[in-house]
């Protein structure tokens, strides 16, 4: 692939820089189905002999990389080249470094009280949702925004419209609990097919000793005629056996598939949240907005009535006026950003029906 | 069945009876009908004769029995018939809510069927009173007679309490006996050896026939459950994806209910004819056991014999007035002697024959049991096959 420079590499990472990746990759490309990475798990780290753990945690993090390097948007990210190719310590700012974060948010706090327009946030920053410590204002305000909508028991506006959205949303969580049925009834029937063959098995044995028990002991030609037809039976039995446990394994295998969708859904979830959040922060600039417009006209109303003007209230306009702009701007910015995780989630939707199509039809051919 | 074909076969090559009219005796069991209530309630079943022997009445009749009545039949004819393998009964005893249940009644009822047709078509044992007061009487003097006769024979445990005496031969030397009182010829010791692996060997194969019906059920159970889920899967899709999930779930469960009809005709003819074969075993050890009681009687009475000649013969030589009445005693002595060595000699016999026919007849109906079993093996494959083959094309065709 172009913007690599060269076709092979390799680069020593840890762990944390794992996390770090996908923690920017999930900021970056919100609205996309991003695969879910390997859990940090503390615990099983103590529970399991350390060689065990590594390599399970190895096995992991590859087959999370392929998928990011199969995904065809991310593969092109500049956060992935960056984790694949750059020698030496990630030159990836970490985005969950908690300390850092409340202190922005405790500086920013005081300034946004006071209305001082001059703190205003850029409109990248304005899109994000509010995260915790970062950001207190803007959290309490998409608070107020989101019981807002609870309360008022009224579906917000942007969200009616897109009913085909909603409907796709359904019906793929639905396909989402009908797929977890799937896997539970198809671990079942692995579970029975198990079983049959070890039952087969035995009773294959069983048939082999008491054929040669009679065989040994006949006294009647018919006696010995059978025993050698029943030792074919009991052969035939033994292979029968043998071939439910191939059978076994082969969908076995295929679960595997399945497992993997479950995965998938997952990033499902995150994506129709990432989603969520926009929408909610359109929602809150949008009545920001329109909460400065009233107050400026309030204004402007109010500094009519004075003669020549009112120099403090006109300062206080030229500022309320510069804050509706950005905010303005901020919310545009935002409306931008939905738009596009809507696309991309109806994008990525119909990657993912074929993609299902494609590996379940593997599956079942298996399964026969 | 097998059993009435040969009953005409046996009777007119081995009866003495006259040859222009064979004769016939052909019975069935069949219809269980509960009745009574509570803890008192049973399940009768019709008996159904048909015959041209005489002491029966008339070419048919039916008569309703049930299970105690068998038990009856089967005692006393262990009781008359000493020597002979007297055929097997299904198990007495079932776990309380099982015993209603449509599919152990039916075993129960193959079974006695079974019983009653073999008895019919031996040679010896179809010749008996008991077998034709059995088929005949009315059901209160059944009833009767088997209240009378209850407590009066030997309960198989008692049978087992000989058996292990038999085979203690520690406890005689103990007890002060000289000799182990028991037979032990090559070929007796051989027989004998036969028998109990034969028992081994066919309870363990009858172990994994009732696993491998438990087991068939539950593939048909879990089949049935990965359909469903298939088709409600495929509902969320469209067009041919969605078609060949609903035929992947439809197939699964016709497989779920061949796997349920496979699963019951393994059952019932193949791991129950298993295990008919393991109680008959256990019939002939029961009979080894009274071959055994029978021996020992001879051997001692023979003994009993020799010493009372001894004390004869010196009471003899003495002139001694008690020689009359010794000599009384010891000539019932020697009848009774020769009476038990009889005895013992005729099971002896009787046994040898009775192997012949155990291996013919078990040689013939194991061939039928293993070839069912095959039958519905193949069966159930090819319908796995033909259901797999018959999807493919349709999921190759969806997939563009």
Same mark, same amino acid.
């Given at each position: 692939?172009?913007?690599?420079?060269?076709?092979?590499?390799?680069?020593?990472?840890?762990?944390?820089?794992?996390?770090?990746?996908?923690?920017?990759?999930?900021?970056?490309?919100?609205?996309?189905?991003?695969?879910?990475?390997?859990?940090?798990?503390?615990?099983?780290?103590?529970?399991?002999?350390?060689?065990?753990?590594?390599?399970?945690?190895?096995?992991?993090?590859?087959?999370?990389?392929?998928?990011?390097?199969?995904?065809?948007?991310?593969?092109?990210?500049?956060?992935?080249?960056?984790?694949?190719?750059?020698?030496?310590?990630?030159?990836?700012?970490?985005?969950?470094?908690?300390?850092?974060?409340?202190?922005?948010?405790?500086?920013?706090?005081?300034?946004?009280?006071?209305?001082?327009?001059?703190?205003?946030?850029?409109?990248?920053?304005?899109?994000?949702?509010?995260?915790?410590?970062?950001?207190?204002?803007?959290?309490?305000?998409?608070?107020?925004?989101?019981?807002?909508?609870?309360?008022?028991?009224?579906?917000?506006?942007?969200?009616? !419209?897109?009913?085909?959205?909603?409907? &796709?949303?359904? =019906? @793929?969580?639905?396909?989402?609990? #009908?797929?977890?049925?799937?896997? $539970?009834?198809?671990?079942?029937?692995?579970?029975?097919?198990?079983?049959?063959?070890?039952?087969?098995?035995?009773?294959?044995?069983?048939?082999?000793?008491?054929?040669?028990?009679?065989?040994?002991?006949?006294?009647?030609?018919?006696?010995?005629?059978?025993?050698?037809?029943?030792?074919?039976?009991?052969?035939?039995?033994?292979?029968?056996?043998?071939?439910?446990?191939?059978?076994?394994?082969?969908?076995?295998?295929?679960?595997?598939?399945?497992?993997?969708?479950?995965?998938?859904?997952?990033?499902?979830?995150?994506?129709?949240?990432?989603?969520?959040?926009?929408?909610?922060?359109?929602?809150?600039?949008?009545? !920001?907005?329109?909460?400065?417009?009233? &107050?400026?006209? =309030? @204004?402007?109303?109010?500094?009519? #009535?004075?003669?020549?003007?009112? $120099?403090?209230?006109?300062?206080?306009?030229?500022?309320?006026?510069?804050?509706?702009?950005?905010?303005?701007?901020?919310?545009?910015?935002?409306?931008?950003?939905?738009?596009?995780?809507?696309?991309?989630?109806?994008?990525?939707?119909?990657?993912?029906?074929?993609?299902?199509?494609?590996?379940?039809?593997?599956?079942?051919?298996?399964?026969? | 069945?097998?059993?009435?074909?040969?009953?005409?076969?046996?009777?007119?090559?081995?009866?003495?009876?006259?040859?222009?009219?064979?004769?016939?005796?052909?019975?069935?069991?069949?219809?269980?009908?509960?009745?009574?209530?509570?803890?008192?309630?049973?399940?009768?079943?019709?008996?159904?004769?048909?015959?041209?022997?005489?002491?029966?009445?008339?070419?048919?009749?039916?008569?309703?029995?049930?299970?105690?009545?068998?038990?009856?039949?089967?005692?006393?004819?262990?009781?008359?018939?000493?020597?002979?393998?007297?055929?097997?009964?299904?198990?007495?005893?079932?776990?309380?809510?099982?015993?209603?249940?449509?599919?152990?009644?039916?075993?129960?009822?193959?079974?006695?069927?079974?019983?009653?047709?073999?008895?019919?078509?031996?040679?010896?044992?179809?010749?008996?009173?008991?077998?034709?007061?059995?088929?005949?009487?009315?059901?209160?003097?059944?009833?009767?007679?088997?209240?009378?006769?209850?407590?009066?024979?030997?309960?198989?445990?008692?049978?087992?309490?000989?058996?292990?005496?038999?085979?203690?031969?520690?406890?005689?030397?103990?007890?002060?006996?000289?000799?182990?009182?028991?037979?032990?010829?090559?070929?007796?010791?051989?027989?004998?050896?036969?028998?109990?692996?034969?028992?081994?060997?066919?309870?363990?194969?009858?172990?994994?026939?009732?696993?491998?019906?438990?087991?068939?059920?539950?593939?048909?159970?879990?089949?049935?459950?990965?359909?469903?889920?298939?088709?409600?899967?495929?509902?969320?899709?469209?067009?041919?994806?969605?078609?060949?999930?609903?035929?992947?779930?439809?197939?699964?469960?016709?497989?779920?209910?061949?796997?349920?009809?496979?699963?019951?005709?393994?059952?019932?003819?193949?791991?129950?004819?298993?295990?008919?074969?393991?109680?008959?075993?256990?019939?002939?050890?029961?009979?080894?056991?009274?071959?055994?009681?029978?021996?020992?009687?001879?051997?001692?009475?023979?003994?009993?014999?020799?010493?009372?000649?001894?004390?004869?013969?010196?009471?003899?030589?003495?002139?001694?007035?008690?020689?009359?009445?010794?000599?009384?005693?010891?000539?019932?002595?020697?009848?009774?002697?020769?009476?038990?060595?009889?005895?013992?000699?005729?099971?002896?016999?009787?046994?040898?024959?009775?192997?012949?026919?155990?291996?013919?007849?078990?040689?013939?109906?194991?061939?039928?049991?293993?070839?069912?079993?095959?039958?519905?093996?193949?069966?159930?494959?090819?319908?796995?096959?033909?259901?797999?083959?018959?999807?493919?094309?349709?999921?190759?065709?969806?997939?563009?």
């Amino acid at each position: 692939m172009r913007g690599f420079g060269g076709s092979e590499f390799s680069v020593r990472r840890r762990f944390r820089d794992v996390v770090t990746l996908a923690d920017r990759l999930s900021e970056s490309y919100r609205g996309f189905f991003i695969p879910p990475r390997p859990d940090k798990s503390v615990v099983e780290s103590q529970v399991m002999h350390k060689q065990e753990f590594v390599e399970q945690r190895r096995v992991a993090l590859e087959k999370y990389l392929r998928k990011l390097a199969a995904h065809l948007v991310i593969r092109t990210s500049e956060e992935l080249r960056m984790f694949l190719q750059v020698q030496g310590k990630l030159p990836l700012s970490t985005s969950t470094d908690v300390a850092s974060r409340m202190l922005d948010g405790a500086v920013n706090l005081p300034k946004q009280l006071f209305g001082d327009s001059r703190s205003v946030v850029t409109p990248h920053e304005a899109v994000q949702p509010a995260k915790g410590g970062r950001d207190l204002l803007k959290k309490f305000r998409e608070l107020k925004q989101s019981v807002t909508n609870d309360w008022g028991n009224s579906r917000p506006p942007a969200v009616e !419209e897109d009913k085909e959205f909603m409907e &796709k949303k359904e =019906k @793929l969580f639905d396909f989402e609990t #009908r797929l977890t049925d799937v896997s $539970k009834q198809a671990e079942s029937l692995v579970k029975a097919q198990q079983d049959m063959g070890d039952t087969m098995g035995e009773l294959g044995l069983s048939f082999i000793k008491l054929t040669k028990f009679e065989n040994e002991a006949a006294i009647l030609d018919t006696q010995r005629k059978r025993a050698a037809e029943l030792k074919n039976i009991a052969t035939a039995t033994v292979r029968g056996s043998r071939m439910y446990r191939e059978l076994n394994a082969k969908t076995v295998n295929n679960l595997e598939t399945l497992h993997g969708y479950l995965g998938a859904m997952l990033a499902a979830h995150n994506a129709y949240s990432d989603r969520a959040n926009a929408l909610l922060t359109v929602q809150t600039l949008l009545s !920001e907005v329109s909460s400065l417009q009233s &107050k400026a006209d =309030k @204004l402007e109303a109010a500094s009519s #009535r004075v003669f020549g003007g009112d $120099k403090t209230r006109n300062h206080k306009l030229e500022e309320l006026k510069e804050t509706m702009k950005i905010t303005e701007d901020s919310k545009n910015y935002a409306v931008r950003e939905y738009e596009r995780i809507k696309v991309s989630s109806a994008e990525k939707m119909a990657n993912l029906w074929s993609k299902v199509a494609e590996d379940t039809r593997g599956y079942v051919k298996d399964s026969s | 069945m097998q059993q009435n074909q040969r009953s005409s076969s046996s009777g007119s090559s081995q009866s003495p009876r006259s040859p222009q009219s064979q004769p016939f005796l052909s019975v069935s069991v069949s219809d269980p009908v509960k009745l009574g209530n509570g803890v008192q309630a049973y399940i009768s079943y019709r008996v159904f004769t048909k015959t041209n022997l005489p002491d029966y009445q008339g070419p048919e009749k039916i008569v309703i029995r049930r299970y105690n009545d068998f038990v009856w039949l089967r005692d006393r004819l262990f009781e008359r018939y000493k020597g002979i393998f007297i055929p097997p009964l299904p198990e007495k005893s079932a776990v309380e809510k099982f015993r209603f249940s449509a599919e152990f009644i039916e075993m129960r009822r193959q079974g006695l069927d079974l019983f009653v047709n073999r008895i019919a078509s031996h040679p010896e044992l179809r010749l008996s009173d008991d077998l034709r007061l059995f088929l005949q009487a009315d059901e209160e003097t059944m009833e009767r007679v088997r209240a009378q006769d209850l407590g009066i024979f030997k309960k198989p445990s008692d049978l087992m309490q000989i058996f292990k005496d038999m085979q203690s031969k520690v406890s005689d030397v103990v007890l002060g006996k000289e000799k182990p009182v028991e037979e032990s010829t090559p070929e007796y010791e051989k027989m004998k050896r036969y028998i109990f692996e034969l028992e081994e060997h066919l309870g363990e194969a009858q172990k994994h026939a009732f696993r491998l019906v438990k087991r068939q059920r539950e593939l048909g159970q879990s089949l049935s459950d990965f359909g469903k889920a298939v088709k409600l899967l495929g509902a969320c899709e469209g067009d041919s994806l969605g078609k060949a999930f609903a035929e992947l779930g439809t197939k699964s469960e016709e497989l779920s209910i061949k796997l349920q009809a496979e699963a019951h005709h393994l059952l019932m003819s193949f791991e129950e004819p298993l295990k008919d074969y393991v109680r008959a075993v256990q019939s002939i050890k029961a009979t080894i056991a009274e071959r055994a009681t029978a021996f020992k009687q001879h051997c001692e009475l023979s003994e009993t014999v020799k010493l009372k000649e001894i004390n004869l013969d010196k009471l003899m030589l003495t002139r001694s007035d008690k020689y009359g009445d010794a000599e009384a005693e010891y000539r019932e002595l020697k009848a009774e002697s020769e009476e038990a060595t009889r005895r013992f000699e005729t099971i002896v016999r009787l046994m040898n024959e009775e192997m012949v026919r155990f291996q013919e007849q078990k040689t013939a109906d194991m061939g039928v049991a293993f070839h069912e079993f095959a039958k519905g093996q193949a069966h159930l494959a090819n319908s796995f096959a033909g259901a797999w083959r018959g999807l493919l094309p349709k999921l190759e065709a969806c997939s563009s």
